[in-house]
T-cell receptor, first 114, second 113 residues
């Protein structure tokens, strides 16, 4: 039972390079999210999706784009990486059930932009 | 805007002690509250989920309580062990949030033998 899987786990980018982070979930969840975690800042929501083909902005969306072409996958793109995007990125998914939503997280992607 | 605060930021206790971690939130119109554990360099593991209509949830040595009216939750850990050492995160979901969570900054717990 894989749950939420993120690839890659580690990456070093040069300023201006682009990359895509992949999140895959095998729990048939409707909702998916991308968060970033920075020291002293906690986790902050970048973008989220409430279903296949939908995306919406979170708290800190600038510099990122996302796509949800398949229900099980949620991609996070950095078109031109900046040092301020050095962070640990977490993907999460959650289900819809009456009065309950519970989030499940991946293991994270540690990104360094130099 | 919802704000979540966790106190203390760090806690060091000897093995065997019972301890309480605190979480407070500014907007009481929450949908649920979730406690997570994070080990260094790892992802988040869900410990307990409390729905807004519930007062507490228990799992093994862990008990989480929720008081919506006062904007507070506590995580009680009984008979702490060195393996409990980790960062504990509190997160709240709003009423119309599509499962989006607002996180506290966490409490770093160290249990020494």
């Amino acid at each position: 039972n894989a749950g939420v899987t993120q690839t890659p786990k580690f990456r070093v980018l040069k300023t201006g390079q682009s990359m895509t982070l992949l999140c895959a979930q095998d729990m048939n969840h409707e909702y998916m999210y991308w968060y970033r975690q920075d020291p002293g800042m906690g986790l902050r929501l970048i973008h989220y999706s409430v279903g296949e083909g939908t995306t919406a902005k979170g708290e800190v969306p600038d510099g990122y784009n996302v796509s949800r072409l398949k229900k099980q996958n949620f991609l996070l793109g950095l078109e031109s990486a900046a040092p301020s995007q050095t962070s640990v990125y977490f993907c999460a998914s959650s289900y819809i059930r009456t009065a309950i939503t519970e989030a499940f997280f991946g293991q994270g992607t540690r990104l360094t932009v130099v | 805007k919802q704000e979540v605060t966790q106190i203390p930021a760090a806690l060091s206790v000897p093995e065997g002690e019972n301890l309480v971690l605190n979480c407070s939130f500014t907007d009481s119109a929450i949908y649920n509250l979730q406690w997570f554990r994070q080990d260094p360099g790892k992802g988040l593991t869900s410990l307990l989920l409390i729905q807004s209509s519930q007062r507490e949830q228990t799992s093994g040595r862990l008990n989480a309580s929720l008081d919506k009216s006062s904007g507070r939750s506590t995580l009680y850990i009984a008979a702490s062990q060195p393996g409990d050492s980790a960062t504990y995160l509190c997160a709240v979901g709003g009423g119309t949030s599509y499962g989006k969570l607002t996180f506290g900054q966490g409490t770093i717990l160290t249990v020494h033998p």
